[in-house]
């Protein structure tokens, strides 16, 4: 491990790579839940495919969602961004844009089904006449689209919901499929899953700290702010994904961007954000498909802003969109859950959030 003399590699070895202190750690098994991931991604999928008949491709796809529950459209925003005739919206809101019609389908995903958000979004798609499909584990939006004959998804229940990503976001995939809006997503799928597999195997919390880069990539982020970059569309939903499970589990504060708008800003601000020197730690997540243009963009950025932070590249894996920007995905899931661990902190719960709600329903 470079730049760790010795009592701190047997600290870090000590904290990652016991199995007892993790479990101590992580009494929920979080780390247990992200390697699961493919699986997932796999049941969820299947369920999807069972969704019933084809409505008419849409003029407009809306995915609504908070948190957990969003990320699963922020991604396939990116997967579809220039492959299908209808635009993607993620709605993160309570209200819905003016223009939603009969015309369009809407996704309402809520882990919990009980997000008062995706809840009134959810009426408004209804009174809005679009056709809507819900993804839920249960609550009062599994009660609704019981209710309203509208048709859902059931996602196993239990999970905390950003673990439950690959049940979120399969069943939109699947549907799609199923449908006949969007070629080729049965065989990324196929691969997602075999190369998540594998990545979870080398990435896995078994893997010692001397052979794990995403055990490395924990302890360079040790008490510093992570600055996580995306280099295109693919992979924008996945330096958000990283930010906010860097939030949720680790406990941090984090921020994220995306090339080439930073450049249009952000970049000046790197004048003074090197001080002091130390603070900030940028990770890059690169992709084998970036544009010559964006890759020559980000190094003329490290000559002329970056200089004085920590700078980390992680690579995407696989051939195709989503095993690209799923192992991303990955790799920032189990970063977050070391460092929870090096944070001395359980990555599994989400006290503010929790007390926000309790607060807001009372
Ligand atoms: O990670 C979390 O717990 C949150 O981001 C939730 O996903 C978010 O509050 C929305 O809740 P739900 O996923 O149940 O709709």
Not at 75 to 84: E, F, Q
Not at 140 to 148: H, N, T, Y
Not at 152 to 176: E, F, S
Request: glycine share 10%; aromatic share 6%; charged share 20%.
């Amino acid at each position: 491990m470079p730049g760790l003399d010795l009592e701190e590699i047997a600290i870090v070895s000590y904290v990652l790579d016991d199995a007892g202190r993790r479990s101590a750690l992580d009494p929920q098994d979080m780390v247990g839940l992200v390697v699961r991931t493919p699986e997932f991604l796999r049941e969820g999928w299947e369920l999807g495919l069972h969704l019933g008949s084809p409505p008419p491709p849409p003029r407009h796809l809306l995915v609504l969602g908070m948190g957990g529950s969003g990320i699963g459209g922020d991604l396939l925003r990116g997967l579809l961004y220039d492959r299908v005739g209808f635009p993607v919206t993620v709605v993160k809101d309570y209200s819905l844009p003016a223009w939603v019609g009969p015309q369009d389908v809407v996704f309402a995903c809520s882990y919990s089904g009980n997000t008062e958000e995706t809840l009134s979004a959810y009426e408004a798609a209804g009174r809005a006449g679009a056709r809507r499909v819900a993804v839920t584990s249960g609550g009062q939006l599994a009660d609704r689209a019981r209710a309203e004959g509208v048709p859902w998804v059931r996602i196993p229940p239990g999970l905390p919901p950003r673990a439950a990503l690959g049940y979120l976001l399969g069943p939109m995939l699947g549907a799609l499929h199923r449908w006949g809006w969007t070629e080729g997503l049965e065989e990324e799928v196929g691969e997602a899953v075999a190369v998540l597999r594998e990545l979870s195997a080398r990435w896995g919390p078994e893997v010692p700290t001397a052979d794990n880069p995403a055990k490395q990539l924990a302890r360079a982020l040790v008490g510093r702010l992570p600055v996580v970059y995306a280099t295109s569309r693919l992979s924008e939903a996945a330096a958000l994904r990283w930010k906010t499970q860097l939030n949720e589990n680790s406990k941090v504060y984090a921020t994220w961007n995306v090339f080439p708008e930073l450049n249009h800003n952000e970049t000046v601000g790197w004048a003074l954000a090197g001080q002091p020197e130390g603070l900030l730690e940028v990770v890059v997540l690169r992709d084998p498909e970036d544009p010559p243009r964006l890759v020559r963009r980000l190094e003329i950025t490290r000559e002329v802003a970056l200089g004085a932070a920590g700078l980390h590249e992680v690579w995407a894996h696989g051939h195709g969109r989503l095993s690209r920007v799923l192992s991303l995905v990955l790799f920032g899931d189990l970063v977050s859950v070391y460092l929870a661990y090096l944070n001395e902190v359980d990555p599994t719960p989400v006290a503010a959030i929790d007390e926000l709600k309790r607060r807001l329903e009372s």
